[in-house]
């Protein structure tokens, strides 16, 4: 029966998304950061609002569009906070230039996430549905060379040699079935749980033994 490689049925996942406790984490350690720096410096005009771009892009990366939206929202306020600390005094030209690239940066950062989430998702469904009909494929092709080769063995008169491949076809047709239905338990993106055995051998055997009996 084939199977991929450990490795490649395996999806690496990358840490912020692997950890996504971790990443919530860093990104307040990141926006506390900035903010604190952003008190720091006294120049209004400075590019630091600029470094809250980097906790709303993990954010927007890791959880999609909604919690990028929110984490950008948490943006703009922080730099609305700033405003009222330092009393700073912002036209309707200096809230939209902080404020529109942190929103966008979330939203659209988010909802490419999302679209690259469902993707991967069809194809992993895709990729299980391929396996499936290659199992059943198998199956078939198990099943009707064993017949055939207890066919050719009853018409030579062979008997035994017959209903033994007719037999033995069964149990391996059992066993190919069995072993599907076992690994049939898959989550719900229809992928395939990594372990799996290989056993070439159950689909040769009653080819192998028709080549024999003819």
Request: hydrophobic share 45%; glycine share 8%.
């Amino acid at each position: 029966m084939s199977h991929m490689p450990e490795d490649a049925r395996t999806e690496v996942l990358p840490w912020f998304r692997a950890h996504p406790r971790g990443t919530v984490a860093v990104a307040t350690c990141l926006f506390v950061a900035v903010f604190a720096l952003r008190l720091s410096v006294g120049d209004p005009d400075d590019t630091v609002n600029l470094l809250l771009t980097l906790p709303i892009a993990l954010l927007a990366l890791t959880f999609g569009r909604t919690v990028g939206l929110l984490s950008g929202v948490v943006g703009v306020a922080l730099v609305a906070a700033w405003v009222v600390v330092r009393d700073v005094d912002l036209s309707a030209l200096g809230w939209a230039s902080r404020a529109t690239p942190l929103l966008l940066l979330g939203g659209l950062l988010g909802d490419a996430s999302d679209r690259l989430t469902a993707a991967q998702a069809r194809g992993r469904a895709l990729e299980a549905a391929a396996q499936r009909h290659r199992d059943a494929t198998e199956v078939n092709d198990t099943l009707v060379q064993g017949m055939a080769a207890a066919r050719w063995s009853l018409e030579a008169g062979r008997h035994e040699a017959g209903l033994e491949t007719l037999v033995e076809t069964l149990v391996l047709g059992q066993q190919l079935v069995s072993k599907l239905m076992r690994e049939a338990d898959m989550g719900p993106d229809g992928h395939r749980p990594p372990a799996r055995d290989s056993s070439p051998d159950l689909a040769e055997r009653p080819a192998q033994r028709g080549r024999r009996v003819t």
